[in-house]
């Protein structure tokens, strides 16, 4: 079965004409100003891994047009229980899901969901894979402050290699031309992703990194795995950490962006994150009018 019409799997494969419709009807979206598009549907929320913000904004987006929304999470469900993957979803289809919203650990799961599950499905990050609704909040962000992509530097630093936010963000940003640099060790930026997107490089020094960047966006590293990687802590933070120092080799005017969860003394000191080039929290705002326009379009109501 080929995925439901509105589902949203993946940047790689979405054209820049759809990206920009999205982020264009999302500017007409608040949820301050709640719009029934979706009065009477059901949103599925179905997350087997943990999350604050993508959750709550695809809930609130959700209740902002009119949704009704059941959160189903691995922890208290029957998942816990060992039904798979499809069996899960068949119930929540069989429960008269509308949309349903998955995040999974694994690569692809919400692919599998969309060959056997007639409705659209929306893929809120799937393991190593892609993050698409953070990349186009992203874009909405970097849109809001730079006006346009064109000439953008943007300068992607932390645990690339495992990060689905970079991949789906440098799929994004490619298809508009931005110059994309991606900052780290080795072991966490290698010479591969290169290959991920045209206009994408590797830095191995934070001041090359830096120099000429208008858009910072910071990933989140996790100690454990700098630990399993033999990568020691206080290198990391000598060589990659953003301090104000540091952000001054930048553009002036360049913002800092990060999906959360950030770690402060880790990624970036609290003076970055809490300085006035961050837009940490803005990114969170703009989550859910993008989301709104990410489930109105599942239902064929973005016009
Ligand atoms: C990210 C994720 O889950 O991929 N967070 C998010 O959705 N805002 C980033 C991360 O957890 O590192």
Redesign the pocket.
Known sequence: MNPARGSLLAIEHLEAAEILKILKFARGMNPDKPRPLLKGRRVLLLFYEA?T??RSSFEIAAKSLGAHTVLIQSTGSSIEKGESLLDTGYTVRALGADVIVIRHPNAGAPYVMAQHIDVPIVNA?DGLHE?PS?ALLDAYTILRNKKSFKGLQVAIVGDIFH???ARSACHLLSKFGVKIILCGPPELAPEIATTLAPGVRIARHIEDALRGTDVLML??VQTERLAGLKINLSEYVARYQMTAARLKMAKKDCIVMH???IIRGLELTSEVADGLQARILEEVRDGVPVRMAILARAMGKMR
């Open positions: 999350s913000r993508t990050g993050h953070q990060s689905r936010v990933l989140r999906p959360g969860p």
